[in-house]
């Protein structure tokens, strides 16, 4: 799904945990644990639905019934994607390892981090990336509110620059 430039990619974070999963989705919205697909037409809407609710889709191995999960959104700056050599295979599997690797560092805590979707700016960046950290990270939690919420909803939005 292309978006303003973006390159969009979804998964379901509960049928393929972090570093075990297959390559994203491209075409259709992801349905997690905490959102369900709408069957709204040509565009699907997004719908969350409660923590914990019953749902047939898989869990990771080792989690139990006090697991906690993170859903997070990795945002890779135009940048980045070139320096990937402007390939978004390179760029998922860059952005897949980060996440296992952080999943690998919470899952002794009971705590799963899903990698819910990816946003890829392959024509130009959406925010200004700037010199000063703080300058950055105040836009990118502005974009991360008015639109990246909206767009694909996570409990944490990660940008690589």
Same mark, same amino acid.
């Given at each position: 799904?292309?978006?303003?430039?973006?390159?969009?990619?979804?998964?379901?974070?509960?049928?393929?945990?972090?570093?075990?999963?297959?390559?994203?989705?491209?075409?259709?919205?992801?349905?997690?644990?905490?959102?369900?697909?709408?069957?709204?037409?040509?565009?699907?809407?997004?719908?969350?639905?409660?923590?914990?609710?019953?749902?047939?889709?898989?869990?990771?191995?080792?989690?139990?019934?006090?697991?906690?999960?993170?859903? /997070?959104?990795?945002?890779? =700056?135009?940048?980045?994607? @070139?320096?990937? *050599?402007? !390939?978004?295979? %390179?760029?998922?599997?860059?952005?897949?390892?980060?996440?296992?690797?952080?999943?690998?560092?919470?899952?002794?805590?009971?705590?799963?981090?899903?990698?819910?979707?990816?946003? /890829?700016?392959?024509?130009? =960046?959406?925010?200004?990336? @700037?010199?000063? *950290?703080? !300058?950055?990270? %105040?836009?990118?939690?502005?974009?991360?509110?008015?639109?990246?919420?909206?767009?694909?909803?996570?409990?944490?939005?990660?940008?690589?620059?």
């Amino acid at each position: 799904m292309q978006s303003h430039g973006d390159h969009h990619d979804h998964q379901s974070s509960f049928n393929n945990i972090l570093g075990i999963t297959n390559d994203l989705l491209t075409s259709h919205p992801f349905k997690t644990k905490d959102s369900k697909l709408s069957d709204a037409g040509s565009a699907p809407h997004l719908h969350r639905v409660k923590r914990g609710s019953n749902d047939d889709t898989r869990v990771p191995y080792n989690s139990n019934a006090k697991s906690r999960y993170v859903e /997070v959104v990795i945002v890779v =700056d135009n940048k980045k994607y @070139k320096e990937l *050599g402007a !390939d978004i295979k %390179a760029v998922r599997r860059r952005s897949k390892d980060i996440a296992g690797i952080v999943n690998a560092l919470y899952a002794p805590l009971n705590i799963f981090i899903a990698l819910v979707g990816m946003v /890829v700016w392959t024509e130009s =960046d959406e925010i200004v990336i @700037k010199p000063n *950290g703080d !300058d950055t990270l %105040a836009s990118f939690l502005h974009y991360r509110k008015e639109r990246l919420l909206k767009e694909h909803p996570n409990d944490n939005a990660q940008l690589l620059t």
